[in-house]
Nanobody
Framework: QVQLVESGGGLVQPGGSLGLSCTVS????????MGWYRQAPGKERDVVATIDISGNLVEDDSVKGRFTLSRDNTRRTVFLQMNNLKPEDTAVYFC??????????WGQGTQVTVSS
């Protein structure tokens, strides 16, 4: 059974940093795209950053220059380094992976709270 194992997140003050990681386990299918989405209370789930198998990166404008997404294909893992966090970054962050035939996989979500 495919699992997206997330780690990281938590509570941080504005201007602080956090890191999130996510590993795909349970299968060896090709991961065509992988990254993170987030969902704030009362809002829709939106993309934070994703990176495809060729290394092409998509980022939301609100995180450019602050967040860095990297991918380790051998370990089937993505890392999201979040710097200069703002209260508006508070959300549940979900790991995402795109496998063959357009099948999408999601992690359970990890809370990131930015507050003083």
């Amino acid at each position: 059974q495919v699992q997206l194992v997330e780690s990281g997140g938590g509570l941080v003050q504005p201007g602080g940093s956090l890191g999130l990681s996510c590993t795909v386990s349970g299968d060896t299918f090709t991961i065509y795209n992988m990254g993170w989405y987030r969902q704030a209370p009362g809002k829709e789930r939106d993309v934070v950053a994703t990176i495809d198998i060729s290394g092409n990166l998509v980022e939301d404008d609100s995180v450019k220059g602050r967040f860095t997404l990297s991918r380790d294909n051998t370990r089937r893992t993505v890392f999201l380094q979040m710097n200069n966090l703002k209260p508006e970054d508070t959300a549940v962050y979900f790991c995402y992976a795109l496998g063959p035939y357009g099948r999408q996989y999601w992690g359970q979500g990890t809370q990131v709270t930015v507050s003083s």
